[in-house]
């Protein structure tokens, strides 16, 4: 399923999405399944969830539930310092889904551990997020599939800030796929 994420051109090509939409809930996750996506690997802030709120909306805990139901394999991968004990995180242990705070995305590391803890290569597996530089880069660079979404709202930190600046300027330089 997948191609060569460092191939020819890899440093423009790791900026671009295989795929672009509005959120999670507007994703065909029958699509991805039918392309050899076995798990999903989600951002937290500004796609699962409003910056700094780490609180699931019913809409996306039901979406969740509904796609472990499918047999996907799911996990969270944020750069967000989230405390182990944080009700979100526990809440996403009790559904089985396994949060790795801390990431430092887009480093290899924490995409490759996450995918060891799901028991997946990259090539069975998409990363969905809102940013460009973070989690697309850092999903193509491990060699997956990779999605970006709108942020769910426009409240964000200011080094997300710079990222959005710089994404906005690179991403109008990027070939269609």
């Known amino acids: 399923m997948r191609d060569d994420r460092r191939g020819s ?3 423009v090509r790791c900026l671009r999405p295989d795929l672009i939409v509005r959120s999670i809930h507007d ?11 076995l798990a999903l690997l989600y ?4 796609t699962l969830c409003r910056w700094r709120d780490w609180q699931l909306d019913a809409r996306t805990r039901a979406l969740l539930r509904r796609l472990q139901d ?3 394999r799911i996990a969270v991968l944020t750069n967000a310092r989230v405390p182990p004990q944080h009700p979100l995180v526990l809440e996403m242990e009790e559904l089985g889904i396994p949060v790795v705070a801390s990431a430092r995305k887009p480093f290899r590391q924490s995409f490759r551990r996450t995918l ?13 997020g ?3 530089l973070t989690d697309v880069l850092g999903g193509r660079r ?6 970006l979404v709108e942020p769910v709202a426009h409240d964000e930190s200011r080094p997300t800030k710079v990222n959005r600046w710089v994404e906005r300027r ?5 070939p269609a796929a």
Request: proline content about 2%; hydrophobic content about 50%.
């Open 43 to 46: 951002d937290l802030e500004n």
């Open 70 to 72: 499918q047999g996907l």
């Open 170 to 174: 690179l991403v109008r330089r990027i």
């Open 9 to 11: 051109g890899g440093a």
């Open 116 to 128: 060891a803890l799901l028991g997946v290569s990259p090539a069975q597996a998409a990363m969905i």
């Open 142 to 147: 491990a060699g997956m599939y990779t999605v």
């Open 27 to 37: 994703l065909d996750y029958d699509a991805l399944h039918r392309q050899g996506v």
């Open 130 to 132: 809102d940013q460009v």
